[in-house]
């Protein structure tokens, strides 16, 4: 299952699609897209995501910085 976060004051969605350091970031239209240092992308920020997003259940998910609960838990 791919992670993802919503911050409703920003209106910005993170999806994570692969662990790694973000080494470069490159905005393409209302995308961020992040990339790791083998030029893989690892994460897309989409920017005024109310706005660009189809409704779904992606404006419930947690707020960035809250940590991932963890399987066990």
């Given amino acids: 299952m791919i992670d993802m976060t919503y911050d409703p ?3 910005a969605a ?6 790694g350091r973000i080494v ?3 905005e393409v239209g209302p995308f961020i897209l992040d ?7 690892i994460g897309i920020e989409i920017l005024d995501a109310s ?6 259940s992606w404006k419930h998910a947690r707020l960035p910085g809250i940590r991932k609960p ?3 838990e």
């Fill in 14 to 19: 993170y999806v994570y699609l692969g662990k």
């Fill in 24 to 26: 470069e970031s490159k």
């Fill in 9 to 11: 004051d920003a209106d």
């Fill in 35 to 41: 990339y790791d240092d083998q030029n893989r992308v």
């Fill in 70 to 72: 963890d399987a066990a």
């Fill in 51 to 56: 706005r660009k997003l189809a409704p779904g």
